[in-house]
């Protein structure tokens, strides 16, 4: 049996069931659990349900989701805002996102603009141009994102974190990762050398780092254990174990160095 599309031009409202297409352009309403082949909203629309998708859920607009949301892309443009969970094969965004739950992705979230994860994160890749406020821990193989506040562990193969000019203090309550580079607005990258140009950036707390290789800026950290670190200006380490080779900046605040 073929599957009903559904397309609204104004005011519409999409009843619970099994659907193939779902277009809606204007103000629209879902009462009770979706499954549909596809959906894309343009404007404003409200779920209160739980929505499974087997294609693409594409949102220009608002967007209120009540329940947890299941898909393989979700694409969206504006404001969204999901109570529950989303799990997606990939998920972008561009202006702000609101998760109150899970996000789980089994390729990339990248997003531009404000986001806001109400528990945890779990990626393959994880790129985020703008803001990032997770709950919970956040953890991918690829992490490159500004002005992190993330209340449990930010673990990565490889991090990328950098500090806009004039940002507010972020926090991350504990970092493990391969590789991580912590950045202010300008860096110079010279063979077997990490240089930062001193900036106004803001600073980036957290309790402790564990990597093997540490490039640091403005990082205010209560330990850091590395194999090979360079601590560049502004930072201020109050324990720093390393087992290979360190570099630390004169305009650096390290309390404790230990070879371990």
Do not use: W
């Amino acid at each position: 049996m073929s599957k009903i599309d559904i397309r609204t031009a104004g005011s519409g409202t999409v009843v619970a069931g099994d659907y193939g297409n779902i277009r809606t352009a204007g103000s629209c309403r879902v009462v009770g659990d979706i499954t549909c082949d596809s959906m894309h909203t343009a404007g404003s629309c409200h779920a209160d349900a739980s929505i499974k998708c087997a294609g693409e859920i594409k949102t220009a607009g608002s967007c209120h989701i009540s329940g947890n949301v299941e898909t393989v892309l979700m694409n969206t443009s504006g404001s969204c805002h999901v109570d529950g969970d989303l799990t997606a094969d990939s998920l972008r965004t561009a202006g702000s996102c609101h998760i109150g739950g899970n996000i789980n992705s089994k390729i990339e979230v990248r997003t531009a603009g404000s986001v806001h994860v109400g528990k945890s994160v779990h990626a393959e890749k994880l790129f985020c141009d703008g803001s990032l406020n997770v709950g919970g821990d956040c953890e991918a193989e690829e992490i490159r994102v500004c002005n992190p506040d993330v209340k449990g562990m930010l673990n990565g193969g490889s991090i990328e974190i950098t500090l806009n000019q004039n940002s507010r203090e972020c926090f991350v309550d504990s970092i493990g990762c391969g590789s991580i580079i912590v950045d202010v607005d300008i860096s110079i990258k010279g063979k077997g050398h990490f240089f930062f140009k001193k900036s106004t950036s803001g600073m980036l707390t957290t309790n402790l780092i564990e990597a093997d290789d540490a490039k640091l800026a403005h990082v205010r950290a209560n330990r850091v254990r590395c194999k090979t670190a360079v601590i560049a200006p502004g930072c201020e380490i109050a324990i720093l174990e390393y087992s290979d080779n360190v570099e630390i900046s004169e305009e650096a605040k390290v309390g404790e160095l230990v070879k371990i």
